[in-house]
C-alpha cells in the first residue's frame, strides 16, 4: 500500500466491509435509534416515531431539554459505536495486544466514550448559552468560542479517529490509546476528514431533498412521521451514516497499520 491512504480506496473497502456485516451492524444501528427514542421520549417528551424528535418538557426550558437530549443521544452513539467496531474487530489479532478476549477491554472503551462525551457535550453547552441571550456582544463572542470549540473538537476527533480498534485490538488503556490513535492517523487525517466529509454529504444530501420534495421546510425543520416514506428513508439513511462510519474506522485502523507498522 502506498504511504498514505486513499479515500477510494477507504470507501471502497468500507462499503463491502458494511455489506458483509450488514444484518448485525444495522440491528445495532436500530437498537440506537430506539434506545435515543425510548430515552428521549421517556426524559424530555419527545414523539418517538417520528425523524428528529424534538423535545416537549413539562417541567424544564425546552432549550435546555433540547440539549440534554442531544447530550444523551450522543452517550449512547457513543456506545453502540464501540459495539459495532468490537463486532467488526473481535476477530483480530495484533502482536501488540496482551489478551485475545475481551479482558481489559470494557474500561478502556467507558473511558473513552465518557471521555470523548464530555468533549463533545461542550459545543452542546455553548450552543445551549448562546441561544439563551441572542443579538448581545456577549452571544457573539460566546459564538466565536463555539466555533473555535468546533473546529478544534474536529480536529481531535479526526487525530483520534481510530482510538476505539486501538483498545480493542491492541488492548491498551485510553490514554494510551488516545497517544496511539494519534501517532497512526498523522500524515493521514486529511483522508480521514475526505472520507467522512464524503459519507456525511451521501446522507446529508439525500435527507435534505427527500425533505424538498416532500413539501418539508428546510429553513424550519418539522418532525417528519416515520411511517412516511420520507420519514421512513431519512431514517435509514441516519443509521446507514453510522454503519458506514464504524466499517471506515475498522478500515483505516487495518490501513494504517499497515503504513506504519508493516501489519
Same mark, same amino acid.
Given at each position: ?15 463491502? #466491509? ?31 416515531? /417520528? %425523524?428528529? !424528535? ?7 426550558? !425546552?432549550? #435546555? ?14 456506545? /453502540? ?26 474500561? !478502556? ?14 459545543? %452542546? /453547552? ?10 448581545? !456582544? ?126
Amino acid at each position: 500500500m502506498a504511504e498514505r491512504a486513499g479515500v477510494g480506496s477507504i470507501l471502497s473497502q468500507t462499503f463491502a #466491509l458494511a455489506a458483509r456485516n450488514a444484518l448485525a451492524l444495522f440491528g445495532l444501528a436500530l437498537l440506537f435509534a430506539a434506545l435515543t427514542r425510548a430515552l428521549d421520549w421517556a426524559a424530555f417528551g419527545s414523539d418517538p416515531f /417520528v %425523524f428528529l !424528535p424534538i423535545p416537549a418538557p413539562k417541567r424544564i426550558d !425546552p432549550l #435546555l431539554a433540547e440539549m440534554l437530549q442531544q447530550c444523551a443521544d450522543e452517550l449512547i452513539q457513543l456506545g /453502540v459505536s464501540a459495539a459495532m467496531l468490537w463486532l467488526l474487530l473481535s476477530g483480530t489479532t495484533s502482536r501488540y495486544a496482551h489478551s485475545r478476549d475481551g479482558a481489559g477491554v470494557i474500561d !478502556p472503551l467507558v473511558a473513552y466514550c465518557l471521555i470523548l462525551w464530555g468533549v463533545v457535550s461542550v459545543t %452542546f /453547552v455553548l450552543q445551549y448559552v448562546d441561544a439563551l441571550h441572542p443579538s448581545t !456582544p456577549a452571544t457573539f463572542a460566546g459564538a466565536a468560542a463555539t466555533v473555535v470549540w468546533g473546529v478544534a473538537t474536529l480536529y481531535a476527533s479526526i487525530a483520534l479517529w481510530v482510538t476505539v480498534p486501538v483498545i480493542i485490538v491492541e488492548r491498551l488503556e485510553a490514554f494510551a490509546a488516545f497517544k496511539r490513535s494519534w501517532a497512526l492517523t498523522k500524515g493521514n487525517r486529511g483522508a480521514i476528514f475526505g472520507v467522512v466529509l464524503v459519507l456525511l454529504a451521501g446522507t446529508t444530501v439525500p435527507i435534505l431533498l427527500l425533505r424538498s420534495a416532500g413539501g418539508y421546510s428546510l429553513t424550519h425543520p418539522l418532525p417528519i412521521p416515520l411511517w412516511s416514506p420520507v420519514g421512513a428513508v431519512s431514517l435509514l439513511l441516519q443509521l446507514s451514516i453510522i454503519v458506514l462510519f464504524a466499517a471506515s474506522t475498522a478500515v483505516f485502523y487495518w490501513e494504517l497499520r499497515k503504513v506504519k507498522d508493516g501489519a
